[in-house]
């Protein structure tokens, strides 16, 4: 047995130092033969063509906006609810839009005042669907009307209360009779409109 394995260690080259471990020669050549395989496995493996990719047919939905913008509010700043169409308004300041909703909070419609002005600060509605709208212009604060689709109707002008100092608006509201009453911040008092918009008396 010993002259054997002693001439198949001159014919091999081994130094036989461990009979059960497999020697680095015959190691390697596993590793190559396993590589050979696995390169062969994905050859064999068929690249699909851009004719054999299967397209469904689809019909567009809608398109859904990144949270934060359209699909919600950007800073909310004011909130006026009309009993007579029993609708909610709500300033949408960060889209420069305002939102209205039925009053089961159910969307209805929308309306930009960015055209008109920079940020809404109040609203009211009349009982003829007006609404009346305080904005900031690069002209200062101005008072719009729209109507009850939205549609810009003008600029009121800023009622003539027997001075010259300028009226700077902060607030609003309207009451049964739709007189207007606005909040002079210039003066620290209410100023009350007619329906007709025009001026009627301020207090205290």
């Given at each position: 047995?010993?002259?054997?394995?002693?001439?198949?260690?001159?014919?091999?080259?081994?130094?036989?130092?461990?009979?059960?471990?497999?020697?680095?020669?015959?190691?390697?050549?596993?590793?190559?033969?396993?590589?050979l395989?696995?390169?062969?496995?994905?050859?064999?493996?068929?690249?699909?063509s851009?004719?054999?990719?299967?397209?469904?047919?689809a019909?567009?939905?809608?398109?859904l906006?990144?949270?934060?913008q359209?699909?919600?509010f950007?800073?909310?700043?004011?909130?006026c609810?009309?009993?007579v169409?029993?609708?909610?308004?709500v300033?949408?300041?960060?889209h420069?839009?305002?939102v209205?909703?039925?009053?089961?909070?159910?969307?209805?419609?929308?309306f930009?005042?960015?055209p008109?002005?920079?940020?809404?600060?109040?609203?009211?509605?009349?009982?003829?669907?007006?609404?009346?709208?305080?904005g900031?212009?690069?002209?200062?604060?101005?008072?719009?009307?729209?109507?009850?689709?939205?549609?810009?109707?003008?600029?009121?002008?800023?009622?003539?209360?027997?001075?010259?100092?300028?009226?700077?608006?902060?607030?609003?509201?309207?009451?049964?009779?739709?007189?207007?009453?606005?909040?002079?911040?210039?003066?620290?008092e209410?100023?009350r409109?007619?329906?007709?918009?025009?001026?009627?008396?301020?207090?205290?």
């Open positions: 047995m010993s002259a054997v394995t002693s001439k198949l260690r001159e014919k091999i080259n081994i130094e036989y130092t461990n009979p059960g471990a497999l020697h680095p020669r015959f190691r390697l050549a596993v590793l190559l033969l396993i590589i395989i696995l390169a062969w496995s994905l050859g064999s493996v068929p690249v699909s851009q004719s054999d990719v299967r397209a469904v047919p019909d567009f939905l809608y398109q906006d990144p949270p934060g359209t699909n919600g950007l800073r909310p700043g004011a909130i609810a009309d009993p169409a029993h609708e909610v308004l300033v949408d300041e960060g420069n839009r305002i209205v909703f039925n009053e089961e909070g159910i969307y209805r419609f929308e930009s005042v960015a008109y002005c920079g940020s809404v600060r109040d609203l009211a509605v009349s009982s003829d669907g007006f609404v009346f709208v305080i900031s212009t690069a002209d200062g604060v101005k008072l719009f009307r729209f109507d009850f689709d939205g549609q810009f109707l003008g600029e009121v002008a800023h009622p003539a209360t027997g001075d010259s100092e300028r009226v700077l608006v902060s607030s609003l509201g309207l009451d049964s009779q739709d007189r207007l009453f606005l909040l002079d911040g210039t003066r620290h209410v100023i409109l007619n329906s007709d918009l025009s001026f009627d008396r301020s207090f205290p």
